[in-house]
């Protein structure tokens, strides 16, 4: 779970410096200024055009930090449940549930025998963290499923995590341009985004946190 949070962190980071930038464009006009290699000064001003994508962008940098620590998470969950070296017994019913959901995605019938000596005979399971399904689909029910699924508590609020994810996946799907979703939205918005969903993940990293302290996956 420590490199889930530090990994974390580098992302937040991230959006952090982004998003202090964008508050320079309520200040008043601004201008990228560029000195080339011979010294010759070459200034562009940051118009309404540019603006816009520039908070468009906000959007995919907020998506992208939800979705990168959840995948995270749910590898730090597996990475702890394979170091304990368990089997099908040990865990609980949830957990059972998503390694038989793993196992028969793509079974054909000559592996029925070979799934039921891995339980009857006390293999150690393996778990892929693909076998929870979160690309391009991730807000606060998703992660409440996703809590219900591995009997973590789940957390509240998280609002503001739906518009995050339907603005990034009209921009991922072509349905607007930037510019259009940009004008949709002030920068105080995005800032309110922003912090309501680092308040949302600390929480929810806490709670994983404390569920892989306390072995929450075993019965």
């Not at 055009?49 to 590898?75: C, H, Q």
């Not at 957990?95 to 891995?118: A, C, G, P, T, Y």
Request: hydrophobic share 35%; aromatic share 8%; net charge neutral.
């Amino acid at each position: 779970m420590n490199n889930t949070k530090i990994e974390y962190q580098k992302r937040l980071s991230e959006v952090e410096i982004y998003f202090d930038t964008l508050t320079l464009l309520d200040k008043g006009s601004c201008k990228i200024v560029c000195v080339d290699i011979i010294g010759n000064q070459i200034n562009k001003d940051v118009d309404a055009d540019l603006s816009t994508i520039l908070k468009a962008n906000g959007f995919l940098l907020l998506y992208n930090l939800v979705e990168a620590t959840m995948r995270n998470s749910i590898k730090a969950i597996f990475n702890s449940v394979h170091s304990k070296c368990l089997t099908f017994k040990h865990f609980t019913d949830n957990i059972r549930k998503i390694w038989i959901k793993q196992e028969i995605k793509n079974i054909q019938q000559d592996d029925i025998l070979s799934l039921s000596k891995k339980i009857l005979e006390n293999e150690l399971l393996v778990f892929q963290a693909e076998c929870v399904n979160i690309s391009g689909n991730i807000d606060a029910q998703k992660i409440r499923d996703i809590a219900k699924q591995f009997g973590f508590q789940e957390s509240k609020n998280g609002r503001d995590l739906v518009t995050i994810k339907d603005k990034r996946n009209k921009l991922a799907h072509g349905e607007f341009t930037f510019s259009e979703i940009g004008k949709e939205c002030a920068i105080s918005d995005l800032i309110r985004y922003k912090d309501s969903t680092k308040n949302y993940l600390d929480d929810v990293l806490d709670k994983i946190e404390n569920y892989i302290k306390d072995e929450g996956f075993k019965v």
